[in-house]
T-cell receptor, first 115, second 110 residues
Framework: GAVVSQHPSRVICKSGTSVKIECRSL??????MFWYRQFPKQSLMLMAT?????????EQGVEKDKFLINHASLTLSTLTVTSAHPEDSSFYIC???????????FGQGTRLTVV | DQQVKQNSPSLSVQEGRISILNCDYT??????FLWYKKYPAEGPTFLIS?????DKNEDGRFTVFLNKSAKHLSLHIVPSQPGDSAVYFC?????????FGTGTSLTVIP
């Protein structure tokens, strides 16, 4: 299957700082990228959907000013957690797809810990 | 509002037997369905998919069945192996979105 690379895999940051997570599709052009958050023992929660070159569409309850998403090219999307707080600690996963009818391939995820 | 539901949070199966994971959805507009497997601290990996024009798709030990009238799909793994122990998510593709179920944790007992 297609390869999606997510970086970093783990990051620890201080409260109040910002963290950027990168998601790259290595061998295909991702017209659409998705960002998910997973809490322990819970399902993947869709945070936002982004199409290359346009603004991301955020799910209800997700603060767009806190979770900045940029999808500047067909192979790269970034999620920036701004002014991180301990409650933002979670496992963040991106996925990429060449819609309309293909699978979404996932990155390996990023474990964010805010101390 | 959960549009894709997996009502069994966990399932234990003896090695060599069949594992059946179930998934229900509410939106009749969904026309493409997928199963993903997820190990702890890793991203989900794609397993198998099915289009709504089919009612069965098979890939090795994995078979997905789709019952559109019941809005139900299932994943069969046979024979089950200890390495299959993971969380399995079903997903439905509707337009520009993927909707995931809450996952079923499968444990295959050696």
């Amino acid at each position: 299957g297609a390869v999606v690379s997510q970086h970093p895999s783990r990051v620890i940051c201080k409260s109040g700082t910002s963290v950027k997570i990168e998601c790259r599709s290595l061998d295909f052009q991702a017209t659409t990228m998705f960002w998910y958050r997973q809490f322990p023992k819970q399902s993947l929660m869709l945070m936002a959907t982004s199409n290359e070159g346009s603004k991301a569409t955020y799910e209800q309850g997700v603060e767009k000013d806190k979770f900045l998403i940029n999808h500047a090219s067909l192979t790269l999307s970034t999620l920036t957690v701004t002014s991180a707080h301990p409650e933002d600690s979670s496992f963040y996963i991106c996925s990429a797809s060449s819609l309309p009818r293909t699978e979404a391939f996932f990155g390996q995820g990023t474990r964010l810990t805010v101390v | 509002d959960q549009q894709v539901k997996q009502n069994s949070p966990s399932l234990s199966v003896q090695e060599g037997r069949i594992s059946i994971l179930n998934c229900d959805y509410t939106n009749s507009m969904f026309d493409y369905f997928l199963w993903y497997k997820k190990y702890p601290a890793e991203g989900p990996t794609f397993l198998i998919s099915i289009s709504s024009i089919k009612d069965k798709n098979e890939d090795g030990r994995f078979t997905v069945f789709l019952n559109k009238s019941a809005k139900h799909l299932s994943l069969h793994i046979v024979p089950s192996q200890p390495g299959d122990s993971a969380v399995y998510f079903c997903a439905a593709n509707g337009g520009n979105q993927f909707y995931f179920g809450t996952g079923t944790s499968l444990t295959v007992i050696p």
